[in-house]
């Protein structure tokens, strides 16, 4: 009979199942190696790991890590300290049976020690925690039944007592000296043995004692979180803060003062700390080459947080690989530009790995805050590294259209104006927006672009023979240099080398556009004078006549050798402004006095007697159809 899979991933508490354990021990094997895979069934051989050169790596046990992932999601979350101790009890037997280390067989029981020798992997370290800490479940489960029992206190009271002699156990198997275990396993187990020793002394009367071994605990745990990721740097707060309040409770009990106290936690910690200084720095050493090539850590703005997500990690890996192939030399621009679109893809997956598990956390019946910002950090991290690489290869097509035939000014400033947008979507990262030096560097980058910009209009309107349109762009490129170098200075050690070549490259950019413009104003100001200069056939231009220049005389140009002409022929027209024409377009709307026209224009009495026909006509007119009658 096996055991569901399902059922040994979820480590529910359920009774039925602890027991049918004995029954489907049989079946457990198979279905634990394919469950645990390459995390405990890796060892079951027996063999030591060992690193490519044959030599025999270090094991690694991050004890409060560890546990905090398994006191989580097996009870402790409740304070069920009864669930979490029946875990304990199937994952060390399903260790020691993947491990092909039990005690004894079915029929006869032999207990099997594990000492230093026999360590072949992490998992049988793994043993020695876990025996640890279910007899501290164990002792915990107790302290909350043993309200008015004192035959459940004398109980508790072993196996506390228990949990300290297998914590000093485990930390004897590990041991101190580097050949078992990194210097972090040894100060974590160190740390792990203080604590449950201080939690013994406690129960044992013995204040004074414990007050020592939970300051020797609390100094290492913050010494390692001061070297650690975010994280874990969480964890070890948070047992910092619980051995705080059991230094408070002991003070209580012993009836000292706070300056007592203080001064025995001093002594005792600066005693263990200084045979532990060595230790720390090659944990700090350890620390700087694990993150050069780890993917398990990504540190940025001064923060350090985990890869908890083995996709994302997957994810991470796939970046880096398209990131090599970015950065072949050998490529031409079509096939540069192609493992750019690749690079920018991979980003794109690992930004929706992160987004979707930030969603089924906030999903979950329990949140967990520490999580989400684990992951809207890392969030983060991926949209900047992504726009960063936007923006290189923007700046790498605008480096080939410049150098590309047939080049247009408007294509190649799109592109400045495209990486700026980028740069304005990099300025909008919440965990950037909190960091005074990246948004420095940022607002330095888009004045850096817009100053590029600038100085690719100048030369356009140069070009054209604009110069006073140049001479103002190329003023406000300067005045953008001044801000980026401003900015650059106050990015608090963010600025990278690339920032400051790129400074420095529009720097002497705008230096010889100045010259150029010069040149381009001078030779527009005395095209003769630049034309005999040059050495080659003088050309009569149009505006190179005598008659323009009657006011200047230089010797050695046209005029003076008598090559000018005297005027142009034909001469150019100019505009001149004409007589304005009246056009009356409400002459038909205006009635006139046609008598006192007449009279004025001394017109004959035949004229007049047509006009006074035709005003009787129209009276009658008006009479007839009653118009202009009388009210009366």
């Known amino acids: 009979m096996m055991l569901p899979v399902g059922r040994l991933a979820t480590g529910d508490g359920d009774h039925e199942e602890e027991d049918e ?16 895979g390459d995390e405990e069934g890796g060892a079951a051989g027996g063999e030591a790991w060992e690193d490519l050169d044959g030599q025999q790596r270090k094991f690694s046990l991050s004890v409060v890590e560890f546990l905090h992932g398994l006191q989580a999601q097996h009870g402790l979350r409740h304070d069920n300290f009864e669930r979490y101790r029946r875990y304990c009890t199937r994952r060390l037997a399903r260790l020691r049976l993947v491990l092909q280390y039990k005690n004894g067989t079915r029929r006869a029981y032999a207990k099997k020690e594990i000492v230093r020798e026999t360590v072949k992997s992490e998992q049988f370290l793994h043993i020695l925690l876990l025996l640890a800490d279910r007899a501290w479940a164990y002792y915990m489960q107790l302290k909350q039944e043993s309200s008015g029992d004192d035959r459940k206190h004398h109980h508790m009271l072993a196996r506390v007592v228990k949990a ?32 449950i020793s201080a939690l013994m002394k406690r129960e044992t009367k013995s204040h004074q004692d414990a007050i020592k071994l939970f300051g020797n605990a609390k100094a290492i745990y913050e010494r390692l979180g001061g070297v650690c990721s975010e994280h874990c740097r969480s964890l070890y707060a948070k047992r910092v803060e619980e051995i705080d309040s059991q230094i408070r409770y002991c003070t209580f009990m012993t009836g000292g003062s706070a300056a007592d106290i203080d001064e025995l936690l001093a002594g ?27 993917l398990s850590t990504i540190e940025w ?19 880096q690989k398209k990131e090599a192939g970015v950065a072949d030399a050998t490529l031409d621009a079509d096939a540069r530009v192609s493992a750019y679109d690749d690079l920018l893809g991979a980003f794109a997956e690992a930004i929706m790995t992160v987004s979707e598990e930030i969603v089924a956390e906030r999903k979950t019946a329990a949140p967990s805050t520490e999580k989400i ?27 080939d259209a410049e150098a590309a035939e047939g080049m247009t000014v408007t294509n190649v400033a799109r592109l400045y104006d495209i990486a700026v947008q980028n740069l304005d979507a990099m300025s909008e ?13 940022v607002a330095s980058r888009k004045c850096v672009f817009r100053g590029y910009r600038c100085s690719l209009l100048a030369a356009a309107h140069l070009a054209e023979g604009r110069v006073r349109e140049a001479l103002v762009l190329l003023d406000r490129s300067d005045e953008l240099v001044g801000l980026a170098q401003a900015d ?31 040149a381009g104003a001078f030779v527009l100001q005395n095209p003769d004078m630049a034309a005999s200069t040059s050495g080659g056939p003088v050309a009569t231009s149009e505006t190179a006549t005598m008659r323009d220049q009657l006011g200047s005389f230089e010797a050695g140009t046209q005029a003076a050798r008598g090559v000018t002409p005297l005027t142009h022929f034909p001469p150019q027209f100019e505009a001149v402004p004409p007589k304005p024409l009246f056009f009356d377009l409400a002459s038909s709307a205006i009635e006139f006095d046609i ?33 202009g009658g009388s009210s009366a």
């Open 488 to 518: 650059l200075s106050e990015s608090a050690g963010q600025e990278t080398p690339e920032d400051l070549a790129q400074l420095r490259a529009l720097q002497e950019r705008l230096r010889s556009d100045r010259c150029r413009l010069r």
């Open 21 to 36: 354990f004995e029954d489907s021990v049989d079946g457990l094997a198979n279905a634990e190696c394919e469950l645990l």
């Open 373 to 399: 910002l684990n992951r809207g950090f890392l969030l983060d991290y991926l949209a900047f590294n992504k726009l960063e690489h936007t923006v290189a290869r923007t700046l790498r097509m605008a480096e």
């Open 429 to 441: 990262i919440s965990a950037g927006q909190e960091h005074a030096g990246f948004s420095k560097r």
């Open 301 to 319: 703005l001064g923060r350090t947080e985990g890869v908890q997500s083995e996709a994302l990690a997957m994810g991470l890996l796939k970046i």
């Open 164 to 195: 300290a002699k297998l914590a000093q156990n485990l930390q004897a198997v590990v041991g101190t000296e580097g050949e078992l275990c990194d210097e972090r396993s040894e100060l974590e187990v160190t740390a792990y043995a203080h604590w």
């Open 268 to 294: 005792s910690a600066s005693d263990e700390l200084d045979l532990l200084k060595e230790k720390f720095a090659r944990v700090v050493e350890q620390q700087k080459k694990a993150k050069s090539g780890d």
């Open 595 to 627: 008598g006192a026209i007449n009279n004025r224009a001394k017109l004959p009495e035949a004229e007049s007697a047509l006009g006074a026909v035709t005003g009787a006509v129209g009276a009658g007119i008006k009479n007839l159809f009653g118009w």
